[in-house]
Nanobody, 119 residues
Framework: VQLVESGGGLVQTGGSLRLSCAASGSTSRIDRMGWYRQAPGKQRELVAYIFSGGGSTDYADSVKGRFTISRDNAKNTMYLQMDSLKPEDTAVYYC?????????????WGQGTQVTVSS
């Protein structure tokens, strides 16, 4: 699976951005798609997930009510709508995909896109 991210940038506090992650390759095996982020000097952390079966979602407490994850199955593209952005949301955001195969699972990562929120 190949992943291409887009949509990062610079925004002021309270502003909005939308990230996109387009998947190609063995997309029929995708079990879940999600976003992680990593701020300078910090560990990578989960932001949100969307599962292929049923489309259920899960969010980190820090972004609940502000971020919305969605997926366009026809385009194999996942989105992260980020509203009411805060300076602490500044990080490199990574797209993540997990596929399931009979012998196990595989994880794939995008190249990362920078999100900077100015105060």
């Amino acid at each position: 699976v190949q992943l291409v991210e887009s949509g990062g940038g610079l925004v002021q506090t309270g502003g909005s951005l939308r990230l996109s992650c387009a998947a190609s390759g063995s997309t029929s095996r995708i079990d879940r798609m999600g976003w992680y982020r990593q701020a300078p000097g910090k560990q990578r952390e989960l932001v949100a997930y969307i599962f292929s079966g049923g489309g259920s979602t899960d969010y980190a407490d820090s972004v609940k009510g502000r971020f919305t994850i969605s997926r366009d199955n026809a385009k194999n593209t996942m989105y992260l709508q980020m509203d009411s952005l805060k300076p602490e949301d500044t990080a490199v955001y990574y797209c993540h995909v997990r596929t399931l195969v009979p012998w196990g699972r595989s994880d794939y990562w995008g190249q990362g896109t920078q999100v900077t929120v100015s105060s």
